[in-house]
T-cell receptor, first 115, second 118 residues
Framework: KNQVEQSPQSLIILEGKNCTLQCNYTVSPFSNLRWYKQDTGRGPVSLTI?????NTKSNGRYTATLDADTKQSSLHITASQLSDSASYIC??????????????FGTGTRLQVTL | DAGITQSPRHKVTETGTPVTLRCHQT?????MYWYRQDPGHGLRLIHYSYGVKDTDKGEVSDGYSVSRSKTEDFLLTLESATSSQTSVYFC?????????????????FGPGTRLTVL
């Protein structure tokens, strides 16, 4: 069964500090991996998509890494801001479908940035 | 938000009553999806649609039905609501991008509907 596991489940950090969120997956075949940000009371919003040929990708203060050999991805947030407080969800679709109908969602990491 | 709206945004109903949630999109996307989100679970697919009157089941489809009579609207119906269907429901569309020789689908989500079944 395809699975996506995220850690930690929740995290509290001080504003200005860095943090790293982890995602391990067993989805096969692999095509790409996505990170979404979900603010409280809102729908998830895509942060980045990484294909199997990409190791690192940055989107502002967010940097995602991918190791397709170990089936791990991380999301690093630099100089955190209060607005980074949200759930971060790792999503992996199997590589043999083009309809996005079989996405496997992680349960997310709940990040709280405090003063 | 890719032009996705959901209605109602909040609803409280009683066990055994029918409930219909509506998803509306303005950008003519072919694929639409209904998910539910519960604590301790990732988003789980209920049903999806790949065109007008074309729908298929997801992993948690029992107790739910859907209809899509026109491209812009995708309806989710709980024929007889149960307390286990208390959840937050998200509608999504998928948009295909072609980049660096790869084709990827990105899902864009609506704002969600919080449903409470008493």
């Amino acid at each position: 069964k395809n699975q996506v596991e995220q850690s930690p489940q929740s995290l509290i950090i001080l504003e200005g500090k860095n943090c790293t969120l982890q995602c391990n997956y067993t989805v096969s075949p692999f095509s790409n991996l996505r990170w979404y940000k979900q603010d409280t009371g809102r729908g998830p919003v895509s942060l980045t998509i990484m294909t199997f040929s990409e190791n690192t990708k940055s989107n502002g203060r967010y940097t995602a890494t991918l190791d397709a050999d170990t089936k791990q991805s991380s999301l690093h947030i630099t100089a955190s801001q209060l607005s980074d407080s949200a759930s971060y969800i790792c999503v992996v679709p199997p590589g043999n479908t083009g309809t996005a109908s079989k996405l496997t969602f992680g349960t997310g990491t709940r990040l709280q940035v405090t003063l | 938000d890719a032009g996705i709206t959901q209605s109602p945004r909040h609803k409280v109903t009683e066990t055994g009553t029918p409930v219909t949630l509506r998803c509306h999109q303005t950008e003519n996307h072919r694929y639409m999806y209904w998910y539910r989100q519960d604590p301790g679970h990732g988003l789980r697919l209920i049903h999806y649609s790949y065109g007008v009157k074309d729908t298929d089941k997801g992993e948690v489809s029992d107790g739910y039905s859907v209809s899509r009579s026109k491209t812009e609207d995708f309806l989710l119906t709980l024929e007889s609501a149960t307390s286990s269907q208390t959840s937050v429901y998200f509608c999504a569309i998928s948009s295909t991008q072609h980049r660096s020789g790869f084709t990827t689908d990105t899902q864009y989500f609506g704002p969600g509907t919080r449903l409470t079944v008493l």
